[in-house]
């Protein structure tokens, strides 16, 4: 399960053209796991999710260090990538919790 902080915003009046959207706080997980992070419909209080925009498509960490992400909208996963290669997906069992970003999620 990920790392949501749902205080963002959670108003109930969000939306994204006419479907509920929230804007949420992500932290990477203590082990990624290859293939991405999972992130369902319950982790953001939401009846499904239709798309995840990490809002700067990137993660970033106290020191400065920078990750970037993308959502698979068909698997429900959030890959995350090395800065110094973006094609190269981040390594089984690394530690990305340093590492945190806002998420814009939309309900479909």
Known sequence: MPTIDRFVSKHPLISYVNVHAALVGYTGPA????????????DVKL?????????SGMAINGAGAVRHLMF????GL??????????????NGTDLSAFVTKLWVVEG
């Open 72 to 75: 698979d909208a068909a698997n």
């Open 47 to 55: 009846g499904r999710i239709e798309d995840i925009w990490p809002l």
């Open 78 to 91: 959030m890959i995350w990538f090395d800065n110094a290669d973006p094609h190269a997906e981040i390594a």
């Open 31 to 42: 082990s990624y796991v290859t293939g991405g992070d999972s992130i369902v419909a319950q």
